[in-house]
């Protein structure tokens, strides 16, 4: 079983900067990535950065160069997502998740084994 823990989420003005964080425990994820999903209000969870466990590998939704840039952690099973510039339709609950979906099927969210519970971010204008 794997636990996938999100943190970095909150309420923030347009424009500022903000650094999303996922620890992954329990059994060992060699070999598979870890990405992280958005989902708006009211909207399909999409797709945003996936990254492979050794970091040789990243992947972005074209919907989400440029702003937003994936990361490994220092620790290990960690990913970081930064997000610069925010605009308020990044707004929404930002899912942590492992597995090797961006790399195998389309949508991707079909191919990630382990989820997060998500943590929401709030922009405001």
């Known amino acids: 079983q794997v636990q996938l823990v999100e943190s970095g989420g909150g309420l923030v003005q347009a424009g500022d900067s903000l650094r999303l964080s996922c620890a992954a425990s329990?059994?060992?994820?060699?070999?598979?990535?870890m990405g992280w999903f958005r989902q708006a209000p009211g909207e399909e969870r999409e797709f945003v950065a996936f990254?492979?466990?050794?970091?040789?590998?990243?992947r972005y939704s074209p919907s989400y160069q440029g702003r937003f840039t994936i990361s490994l952690g220092n620790a290990k099973n960690t990913i970081n997502l930064d997000v610069h510039t925010l605009k308020p339709e990044d707004t929404g609950v930002y899912y942590c998740?492992?597995?090797?979906?961006?790399?195998?099927?389309?949508?991707?969210?079909?191919?990630?084994?382990?989820w997060g519970k998500g943590t929401l971010v709030t922009v405001s204008s």
């Open positions: 998740a492992a597995g090797v979906g961006p790399l195998t099927v389309e949508p991707p969210k079909f191919g990630m084994d382990h």
């Open positions: 329990g059994r060992s994820l060699s070999g598979v990535g």
């Open positions: 990254i492979t466990d050794t970091g040789s590998v990243v």
